[in-house]
Nanobody, 115 residues
């Protein structure tokens, strides 16, 4: 199991930016895939973006060209840079880590996009 701690959520106006951070309790060299998911009220949790240990990234169609996932091995952290935010991006954002045989989740951080 990996402990994950997210930060960086908050209230932002449409068109604004936020950067989410997720810090892992162990070296992310040992984690096969790290990702960001989100869950809006009344909706299922969905994948936003992921990055493999080899550096391959995936972004949901709804966030391509606006969100970017990145990482820092030195800080054992994964980031989600969110630009051009829209009201429909409002959700609780969760960090996820997959290691062979296990999956871990952070506690979530609220992102609210509203004027």
């Amino acid at each position: 199991q990996v402990q994950l701690v997210e930060s960086g959520g908050g209230l932002v106006q449409p068109g604004g930016s936020l950067r989410l951070s997720c810090t892992a309790s162990r070296s992310i060299f040992d984690i096969n895939v790290m990702g960001w998911f989100r869950q809006a009220p009344g909706k299922q949790r969905e994948l936003v973006a992921s990055i493999t240990v080899g550096g391959t990234t995936t972004h949901a169609d709804s966030v391509k060209e606006r969100f970017t996932i990145s990482r820092s091995f030195a800080k054992n952290a994964v980031y989600l840079q969110m630009n051009s935010l829209k009201p429909e991006d409002t959700a609780v954002y969760y960090c996820n880590a997959k290691v062979i045989g296990t999956e871990s989740w952070g506690q979530g951080t609220q992102v609210t996009v509203s004027s």
